[in-house]
């Protein structure tokens, strides 16, 4: 009886194993044998993952999946509304919809992002990303479209005496994991701590756990300050200025017809309209 | 500073409703699939079939030895990276399925060892008297060891799904919006409230009286089972 029963489950365990690689194993060669044929047919080029053009996947499965994170102007939701908008977000509806393709907008962890891309769970981040050399490295990317530049924040009592990057030297500061302020910050040999998001860098200087953060502009006039949850603090110095692009799988042609709807946006004015909308008509590169 | 408060709390409350829902959902999915699943390895790694019991043990070792964290970035991206294939699908309910995926099969796991220890605790004199008394081997367990284990594991029992609780939040690594993720995000920006901690503190609330009403369900259920007295 016993052993009947232990029989039985050791053919179960098996099964379940069996028929959980064999879907995968399914699920991983159709989509990916159309798409490869489709590629043969559209490019003539077999390299890599360049061989299998993204453009005819996302047109494939009509959506045009869109890694974000909550990023006003960029990308947000009002008050009381479930739809994202903003420059980067409204920019990207007009995207897909120039492919045809509907578009869907994912909140991700912005650490994640890479594996996020590479694992198909998006096709694109599109969230004010920085175009730094490990982007540019990892990822196809566009053109840049929008200035920025990493600022440091920190208690709008002090901001006089800590106006130049020179003047905090001594300071500890927090920065987030992986991003460009933390690249500033070894730059220009601050001591720091890495958090896991720009709002938690900002936590720190609020709670007094880090004298100085260091974010993006953008953010920083969207977060510090009057208005906002941390109006004791403020931001000063400019450490640098750099570039936002949009970020695809490496190999990726969809970069192309970014570039080619970008500058097409450009030239009818819709561009700097949705820029002027959002308040960033500054940072546009035309 | 209390009047932003009030102005911000129903906002901040409807954001924190809708991430809880998602802890929810996935607290209870977790339970209906582990529970079951727990009783089936622990039968596995009780077997006296060798190779059953020592491929159900490892790969026990194996969830419970890893961090759930961890468990849940494989789950979610291997497929998609390593197979070349997002099997999950995109947006909140491919991540949701993946996190559930990953706490059924970790806190089974779990159960499973708790579950042993119960069937184990049932003096063996039992066993041996349902044989006396003809009963089949699973007649035995049904009628006989069942009940009894039941009662030996809800103390345990209630100390793992309370942690269960909690241990949802970790789902936030996927990006998942459940109420911690929900909470984090007044932090930056969300609903047009940015720079705010106390929404992230608040969530702890949320936590507190839900592990609360389990606690009495479980401290009655146990006075329920205190008819055995063994």
């Given at each position: 009886?016993?052993?009947?029963?232990?029989?039985?489950?050791?053919?179960?365990?098996?099964?379940?194993?069996?028929?959980?690689?064999?879907?995968c194993g399914d699920n991983g060669k159709n989509p990916s044998d159309t798409?490869?044929?489709?590629?043969?047919?559209?490019?003539?080029?077999?390299?890599?993952?360049?061989?299998?053009?993204?453009?005819?996947?996302?047109?494939?499965?009509?959506?045009?999946?869109?890694?974000?994170?909550?990023?006003?102007?960029?990308?947000?939701?009002?008050?009381?509304?479930?739809?994202?908008?903003?420059?980067?977000?409204?920019?990207?509806?007009?995207?897909?919809?120039?492919?045809?393709?509907?578009?869907?907008?994912?909140?991700?962890?912005?650490?994640?992002?890479?594996?996020?891309?590479?694992?198909?769970?998006?096709?694109?981040?599109?969230?004010?990303?920085?175009?730094?050399?490990?982007?540019?490295?990892?990822?196809?990317?566009?053109?840049?479209?929008?200035?920025?530049?990493?600022?440091?924040?920190?208690?709008?009592?002090?901001?006089?005496?800590?106006?130049?990057?020179?003047?905090?030297?001594?300071?500890?500061?927090?920065?987030?994991?992986?991003?460009?302020?933390?690249?500033?910050?070894?730059?220009?040999?601050?001591?720091?701590?890495?958090?896991?998001?720009?709002?938690?860098?900002?936590?720190?200087?609020?709670?007094?756990?880090?004298?100085?953060?260091?974010?993006?502009?953008?953010?920083?006039?969207?977060?510090?300050?009057?208005?906002?949850?941390?109006?004791?603090?403020?931001?000063?110095?400019?450490?640098?200025?750099?570039?936002?692009?949009?970020?695809?799988?490496?190999?990726?042609?969809?970069?192309?017809?970014?570039?080619?709807?970008?500058?097409?946006?450009?030239?009818?004015?819709?561009?700097?309209?949705?820029?002027?909308?959002?308040?960033?008509?500054?940072?546009?590169?035309? | 500073?209390?009047?932003?408060?009030?102005?911000?709390?129903?906002?901040?409350?409807?954001?924190?409703?809708?991430?809880?829902?998602?802890?929810?959902?996935?607290?209870?999915?977790?339970?209906?699939?582990?529970?079951?699943?727990?009783?089936?390895?622990?039968?596995?790694?009780?077997?006296?079939?060798?190779?059953?019991?020592?491929?159900?043990?490892?790969?026990?070792?194996?969830?419970?030895?890893?961090?759930?964290?961890?468990?849940?970035?494989?789950?979610?991206?291997?497929?998609?990276?390593?197979?070349?294939?997002?099997?999950?699908?995109?947006?909140?309910?491919?991540?949701?399925?993946?996190?559930?995926?990953?706490?059924?099969?970790?806190?089974?796991?779990?159960?499973?060892?708790?579950?042993?220890?119960?069937?184990?605790?049932?003096?063996?004199?039992?066993?041996?008297?349902?044989?006396?008394?003809?009963?089949?081997?699973?007649?035995?367990?049904?009628?006989?060891?069942?009940?009894?284990?039941?009662?030996?594991?809800?103390?345990?029992?209630?100390?793992?799904?309370?942690?269960?609780?909690?241990?949802?939040?970790?789902?936030?690594?996927?990006?998942?919006?459940?109420?911690?993720?929900?909470?984090?995000?007044?932090?930056?920006?969300?609903?047009?409230?940015?720079?705010?901690?106390?929404?992230?503190?608040?969530?702890?609330?949320?936590?507190?009286?839900?592990?609360?009403?389990?606690?009495?369900?479980?401290?009655?259920?146990?006075?329920?089972?205190?008819?055995?007295?063994?």
């Open positions: 009886m016993k052993k009947a029963l232990a029989i039985i489950l050791s053919i179960v365990t098996v099964l379940t194993c069996v028929t959980v690689l064999a879907s798409t490869a044929s489709g590629a043969t047919e559209a490019d003539g080029t077999t390299e890599g993952t360049a061989a299998e053009s993204d453009l005819a996947y996302v047109k494939g499965k009509g959506k045009l999946v869109v890694g974000i994170t909550d990023f006003a102007p960029m990308d947000y939701k009002e008050k009381d509304s479930d739809e994202w908008i903003g420059f980067d977000a409204d920019m990207a509806k007009a995207f897909a919809k120039s492919l045809g393709v509907e578009v869907e907008f994912v909140e991700i962890v912005w650490d994640n992002k890479l594996a996020d891309l590479n694992g198909k769970n998006i096709d694109c981040v599109w969230n004010g990303m920085t175009l730094t050399e490990d982007v540019k490295a990892k990822m196809e990317t566009s053109k840049p479209y929008c200035t920025n530049a990493q600022v440091i924040v920190v208690p709008a009592d002090k901001a006089e005496q800590y106006a130049t990057a020179e003047a905090c030297k001594e300071l500890s500061f927090a920065v987030e994991n992986g991003s460009a302020g933390k690249d500033m910050a070894v730059e220009n040999g601050f001591k720091y701590t890495e958090v896991t998001a720009q709002s938690d860098a900002v936590a720190e200087v609020a709670s007094g756990t880090s004298d100085a953060a260091i974010i993006d502009l953008l953010m920083a006039g969207a977060m510090v300050g009057e208005g906002t949850g941390f109006a004791k603090l403020t931001y000063t110095a400019k450490l640098n200025s750099e570039d936002y692009g949009v970020g695809f799988r490496k190999g990726s042609d969809l970069a192309a017809a970014l570039n080619d709807f970008f500058a097409a946006s450009l030239a009818d004015g819709s561009m700097e309209k949705v820029a002027t909308q959002y308040g960033v008509q500054e940072s546009l590169i035309k | 500073m209390f009047a932003n408060f009030v102005e911000q709390f129903p906002t901040v409350f409807n954001a924190l409703n809708l991430g809880f829902i998602q802890t929810l959902k996935l607290f209870f999915v977790t339970l209906v699939g582990a529970i079951p699943l727990g009783l089936v390895i622990s039968f596995g790694s009780m077997s006296r079939f060798k190779p059953l019991s020592a491929l159900v043990k490892t790969i026990v070792w194996i969830v419970r030895g890893s961090p759930l964290m961890i468990q849940i970035l494989i789950i979610y991206y291997f497929p998609g990276l390593m197979l070349e294939k997002n099997i999950w699908g995109t947006g909140e309910g491919g991540r949701f399925i993946a996190c559930s995926a990953a706490f059924i099969v970790n806190y089974a796991c779990y159960f499973s060892e708790i579950y042993r220890g119960g069937i184990q605790g049932v003096p063996k004199g039992q066993q041996e008297a349902g044989q006396v008394l003809g009963l089949t081997k699973s007649e035995t367990f049904f009628k006989v060891t069942l009940l009894q284990m039941i009662k030996r594991i809800v103390p345990p029992m209630s100390n793992e799904i309370i942690t269960l609780v909690k241990d949802t939040s970790l789902s936030r690594i996927i990006a998942l919006q459940e109420i911690i993720w929900a909470g984090a995000a007044f932090m930056k920006s969300s609903h047009g409230i940015s720079g705010e901690m106390w929404p992230l503190f608040f969530t702890a609330v949320y936590y507190l009286v839900f592990n609360g009403v389990l606690t009495v369900l479980f401290g009655r259920l146990e006075k329920k089972l205190d008819y055995f007295k063994v």
